[in-house]
């Protein structure tokens, strides 16, 4: 339970579960409401596809962030080291974990989203003009 209490008072978790909420929602909307018109969006395909991209790297950034407060705790001379390092270093990697979970899901909903738009661009490419 103390391991999941970590996890959440992790800054960086939440940042990746934000960013990645907003992004799916933006997704999903665009593939199940949005019409062709693309104005209504929000966030755009390019700006989505960068907020995913960041994902893994916040990813990163909590590890190191978290393997640096290890090491500094090892320094300082506090509990047992072996335990000490271990979680520390477990922890640090639960944001690497997270940041990769969460980008997967996200390049899939990407994925659709643009077929979902160039079908529709089809569709009304398609359709005959009226008096013809």
């Not at 705790?73 to 072996?82: K, S």
């Amino acid at each position: 339970m103390t391991d999941s209490i970590s996890i959440l008072s992790n800054p960086v978790i939440w940042c990746i579960f934000v960013m990645a909420v907003a992004c799916y929602y933006s997704l999903l909307h665009g593939i199940f409401f949005t019409t062709a018109n693309t104005e209504q969006r929000f966030l755009t395909l390019d700006n989505t596809q960068t907020l995913l991209s960041s994902l893994p790297l916040l990813g990163l950034l909590g590890t190191i962030v978290g393997l640096l407060q290890t090491f500094a705790a090892m320094a300082r001379g506090v509990g047992n080291q072996a335990e000490l390092m271990s979680s520390g270093i477990a922890d640090a990697m639960y944001t690497t974990e997270m940041g990769l979970l969460m980008v997967i899901p996200g390049w899939l909903l990407l994925y659709q989203q643009r077929r979902s738009l160039e079908r529709r661009s089809q569709l009304i490419t398609a359709e005959p003009t009226p008096g013809n």
